[in-house]
């Protein structure tokens, strides 16, 4: 809840630090758009020191580095300290604390069957913190400015701490795959996870000479371009068509409350149908949102029917996307190997924040990057489909 909270509310800064700093907006987006590549590429690494060395002192690096994060960019005045603050530090905290390691925690510990829910209620909390931090950050930002928003964030993420080593106390601070398995789970993790117990290095060969999983990388690309695109230029959209700052930060909370039941509801849904025909599902209903917000009148009710809307697709992709790699090849690696996923999800991310960005300089409205959007929805609808997934059995 509250790295994902701090993760998803950036945009809210973006217009109060260029006023502050006299960026451009397309330096600012290109510092923000490094911090979506960075996230994901900071997501295996921490993910493979969670699978070797236990996930506490992961999570505790991150809180450090994620308040650290904050507390920089109250001094950042260049692109360069910018980038440094929330392009690297930052994200690098909001890695160590992600759904690939707090989703690796718990899998190894319940059976296959109720993994999917876990990971939906896991991202459920992401989505909590969205929505229960944007309209909080943007009253610090009303009364203090953007330093009282940034401090705000700077507490919260200390406050991680407690929770993370609650977590790690209950789980016996032990890594996801030494634990005796849950009761139920001998049938669902016999193939899977004989194939994981070769080692990381010979799991990843495997993994990338799969086609299934390559698929499920250019999938997750499209979430990564489309939930960056909005989290960074929603508010610059909503100031384009001549609302408030209010507005924007109603949307990306009823976005971050919405996307609570999408997530769980996708979980749930995943103990019943293949988790690829979800996936398929879910960006092509985010494709048909976008048709139709692109041919609405722009007033602030739309706005909200838009933020409703998508909200139930926005992070639902998460729990069938891992857990269609726990299907694929067990839960030992699944911090890493899911962590993977998310990098190729930030390379779309950082494509969705910088494009935003150039849409803006040199266009002055956003609506070549909303077509893009709905292109790479319909094309992720597609490439899901092939993913060789085994029918769902139900006893």
Request: hydrophobic share 50%; proline share 4%; net charge positive.
């Amino acid at each position: 809840m509250i790295t994902m909270g701090i993760r998803q509310t950036v945009g809210l800064f973006v217009h109060p630090l260029i006023g502050a700093t006299g960026m451009s907006i397309t330096e600012m987006s290109m510092a923000l758009a490094i911090g979506q590549l960075m996230w994901g590429v900071f997501q295996p690494l921490f993910g493979a020191w969670a699978d070797k060395r236990g996930p506490l002192p992961v999570l505790l690096t991150g809180a450090l580095l994620l308040c650290l994060g904050q507390i920089c960019t109250l001094q950042a005045g260049t692109f360069w300290s910018m980038t440094l603050a929330q392009g690297v530090l930052s994200p690098a905290g909001a890695a160590a604390g992600s759904f690939s390691i707090l989703i690796g925690i718990v899998a190894g510990r319940l059976p296959e069957d109720k993994r999917s829910v876990a990971s939906g209620i896991i991202n459920a909390g992401g989505s909590l913190g969205q929505f229960a931090f944007a309209p909080l950050v943007q009253a610090a930002i009303s009364l203090k400015g953007y330093t009282g928003g940034l401090l705000l964030l700077a507490v919260s993420a200390l406050a991680s701490i407690v929770p993370s080593w609650m977590l790690c106390r209950q789980t016996g601070m032990a890594r996801a795959s030494d634990s005796p398995p849950a009761a139920g789970t001998a049938a669902a993790t016999s193939a899977a996870n004989r194939t994981s117990s070769q080692g990381l290095k010979p799991q990843l060969k495997a993994a990338f000479r799969n086609p299934s999983y390559l698929l499920l990388h250019a999938g997750f690309f499209t979430c990564g371009f489309h939930v960056a695109f909005l989290t960074t230029h929603l508010p610059g959209e909503v100031s384009l068509c001549g609302h408030e700052a209010s507005v924007s930060a109603i949307s990306l909370s009823l976005i971050g409350l919405c996307n609570i039941a999408g997530s769980i509801g996708a979980g749930i849904l995943g103990k019943y149908f293949r988790m690829k025909f979800i996936l398929s599902a879910l960006y092509a209903f985010r494709a048909l949102m976008i048709a139709v917000y692109l041919v609405s009148p722009k007033t602030e009710l739309t706005f909200y029917i838009f933020a409703v809307t998508t909200g139930f697709t926005w992070l639902a992709t998460v729990p069938p996307t891992a857990g269609i790699v726990g299907k694929l090849f067990g839960t030992r690696y699944l911090a890493t190997l899911f962590g993977l996923t998310l990098l190729t999800h930030q390379i779309g991310a950082f494509l969705g924040a910088w494009l935003g960005g150039v849409a803006l300089q040199y266009s002055g409205n956003l609506l070549w990057v909303w077509q893009v959007d709905i292109a790479l929805a319909l094309l992720a609808a597609l490439v899901n489909l092939p993913i060789k997934e085994a029918k769902v059995v139900r006893t």
